[in-house]
């Protein structure tokens, strides 16, 4: 999954923003203004940043050495992937979805957008 992919596949979920809150290097998606995936622009390899629920992050740590705790972010909720082939598109996906869903379930029964 290459970054066009990973920010088109973002994007297609509803109520999602694209906002670049650090300056251009880092795309922050959002839903109803919380994050769910960061990704930066300014490393070779392609790497993203997603929430995660803490147990199933250690799972993924420990399984997947291209799964690591998140970078610059709360160690125990958020994972970075490194897309570097280990992990299959849908596997990828499945984190995406995941920390997005993380998010929607946190929101206000008014402010959820399912």
Known sequence: ????LIREYCL????T????????????FKVKGKA????????????FNV?????W????????SCVL???HMNKKH???????????TKQLKQMIDHSYELIVNSLPKKEKTK
Do not use: H
Not at 12 to 15: A, I, M, T, V, Y
Not at 17 to 28: H, N, R, S, Y
Not at 81 to 88: F, H, M, R, S, Y
């Open 1 to 4: 999954m290459d970054i066009e």
């Open 12 to 15: 297609q979920k509803n109520g």
């Open 17 to 28: 923003t694209e906002e670049l809150p650090f300056g251009p290097d880092v795309v922050v």
């Open 36 to 47: 769910f995936l960061l990704l930066p622009l300014d490393t070779d390899e392609v790497r």
């Open 51 to 55: 929430k995660c629920d803490p147990d």
């Open 57 to 64: 992050a250690v799972e993924l740590r420990e399984e997947y």
């Open 69 to 71: 705790p998140g970078y």
């Open 78 to 88: 958020w994972n970075t992937i490194v897309a570097d082939g280990t992990l299959n």
